[in-house]
């Protein structure tokens, strides 16, 4: 009887193990393979699904667009022929104003030396129709406030574009900035003078100083002279002006609005 060759049988056992070892490692393999293509599929069949979506979600958004766009087209032709609806209706009534407050025989209508300073303010405002105001309304918080945003009502409704500080100004900037270009894109300068603002405060006297330039300068006296002017301003008694002791608001918004919309009186003429 042979005896037991250990050798032998350890070099079967480590035979024996490495195929063990291969079949398992061709299992996985085979495992691994299969696992990857059936990831491979679905993300194909996600990236095809996704894809749909996006095409769709363009294709609508395209719609969507094309539908935005197509409304706000006819927003902007309707808002443009609401515009030129009353740009119409505000030059026929500037134009009624103009004859009107130069030829009526009754009625509100221009003194000789208030159709002398509407004529000086028409000639010198043609060709600024670029502006972005009409007027640069100058007054004083203190006693003009009230008056002044009433005036301001009355020639907005007359089509006039009023710069005025308490809506034109814009928090968190440069006050004398924003107020310089106020100045700067105003057709005329329109000051409402009162005690306080003939007082010399900064901002009125800043402001006057630089309306002064204009020779669209339109003085509007409340509450005060000619005379108790004269002795805050050399120049300002020169010209003619309008006075609330003498006519209403609305009665001055007119005269004020036929002179500095001199567009809409060239238009009827």
Not at 77 to 105: D, I, P
């Amino acid at each position: 009887m042979s005896g037991f060759d250990a050798a032998k049988w350890q070099r079967e056992m480590r035979a024996a193990q490495r195929k063990a070892e291969q079949a398992w490692k061709r299992q996985v393999d085979q495992a691994n393979r299969e696992t990857q293509r059936q990831v491979d599929a679905h993300n194909r069949k996600v990236d095809q699904h996704n894809r749909k979506i996006v095409a769709d979600h363009n294709r609508e958004a395209e719609r969507h667009n094309r539908r935005v766009e197509a409304a706000n087209r006819q927003e902007v032709g309707r808002f443009n022929r609401e515009v030129a609806r009353v740009n119409a209706h505000n030059e026929k009534v500037v134009s009624g104003l103009n004859r009107q407050l130069r030829s009526a025989a009754s009625g509100p209508r221009y003194t000789l030396e208030e159709q002398g300073l509407a004529d000086r303010v028409q000639a010198a405002t043609l060709g600024r129709d670029d502006r972005e105001w009409d007027v640069f309304l100058s007054y004083a918080r203190l006693d003009g406030g009230i008056v002044g945003d009433q005036l301001r009502q009355q020639l907005e409704h007359l089509g006039v574009r009023v710069w005025f500080d308490e809506l034109a100004i814009v928090p968190g900037q440069s006050q004398s900035l924003q107020m310089d270009k106020g100045l700067q894109r105003a057709r005329a300068g329109l000051v409402l003078l009162t005690p306080a603002y003939i007082a010399g405060r900064f901002w009125t006297e800043r402001e006057l100083g630089a309306l002064l330039r204009k020779s669209t300068l339109i003085p509007v006296l409340h509450n005060v002279t000619f005379e108790q002017v004269s002795e805050y301003s050399g120049i300002l008694p020169d010209l003619a002006g309008f006075e609330t002791a003498r006519d209403s608001l609305d009665v001055i918004a007119q005269k004020i609005a036929a002179a500095v919309l001199p567009e809409a009186d060239a238009a009827a003429a």
